[in-house]
């Protein structure tokens, strides 16, 4: 795929309330949590309202403003930069497809799987329509702006074993959530 020809992902798409499936991945989250890439916090707000300490990461101003105004925590930062609570988060959450972040999904775990307390577990969502992996280009469209093109992956059901495996990662479990695909992914044994 050809940044001319980038998946446009649409901040507006996760404005609205979770839903029964948002739910049921959020019930997979256990202890303080991470919201890698939380838009405008849906997800990051309604684990707080479930008692969870959680923190939510944005590289989208107006995503990271949009999380702040709904009672959530967020960070403007790239989950690449340095964070609060290094080597301490018990769940790192990657919903809507984030784990396509910077279009390396194995590197975007290493990453994750450093961020998380030896106990830590990664709950990932999966693309229930994507065969192995997909590589390209993304763009993020919020109130009518658009983002520079940026890498994105897009990553199956199937090829999830792969690529925690190669990011030191185990598939403890996967899920089929509503009409999603979840999986949790855990330090092996």
């Given at each position: 795929?050809?940044?001319?020809?980038a998946q446009?992902?649409?901040?507006d798409?996760?404005a609205?309330?979770?839903?029964?499936?948002?739910?049921?991945?959020?019930?997979?989250c256990?202890?303080?949590?991470?919201?890698?890439?939380?838009?405008?916090?849906?997800?990051?707000t309604?684990?707080?309202?479930?008692?969870h300490?959680?923190?939510?990461?944005d590289v989208?101003?107006d995503?990271?403003v949009?999380?702040?105004?709904?009672g959530?925590s967020?960070?403007?930062?790239?989950?690449f930069d340095d964070?609060?609570?290094?080597?301490r988060?018990?769940t790192?959450l990657l919903?809507?497809g984030?784990v396509g972040?910077?279009?390396?999904?194995?590197?975007l775990?290493?990453?994750?799987?450093?961020l998380?307390?030896?106990?830590?577990?990664?709950?990932?969502?999966?693309?229930p329509?994507?065969?192995?992996?997909?590589?390209?280009?993304a763009?993020?469209?919020?109130r009518?702006?658009?983002?520079?093109p940026?890498?994105w992956?897009?990553?199956g059901?199937?090829a999830?074993?792969?690529?925690?495996?190669?990011?030191?990662?185990?598939?403890?479990?996967?899920?089929?959530?509503g009409?999603?695909?979840g999986a949790?992914?855990?330090?092996?044994?």
């Open positions: 795929m050809s940044r001319s020809e446009t992902l649409d901040l798409t996760w609205q309330p979770p839903d029964r499936d948002d739910l049921a991945l959020l019930d997979l256990e202890g303080p949590t991470l919201d890698v890439g939380c838009g405008p916090g849906r997800l990051t309604a684990l707080a309202e479930r008692g300490v959680t923190l939510g990461i989208l101003e995503a990271v949009r999380t702040r105004g709904q959530g967020a960070l403007l930062r790239d989950v964070l609060p609570g290094e080597g988060w018990r790192a919903a809507d984030n972040i910077g279009g390396d999904p194995v590197a775990l290493r990453r994750v799987r450093a998380l307390d030896p106990r830590g577990r990664v709950v990932v969502e999966l693309d329509g994507q065969r192995g992996i997909r590589t390209g280009w763009v993020l469209v919020s009518g702006v658009t983002s520079p940026f890498r992956a897009v990553v059901a199937d999830i074993g792969r690529v925690a495996a190669r990011a030191g990662l185990r598939v403890a479990a996967t899920h089929t959530l009409r999603r695909r949790v992914l855990e330090e092996p044994r």
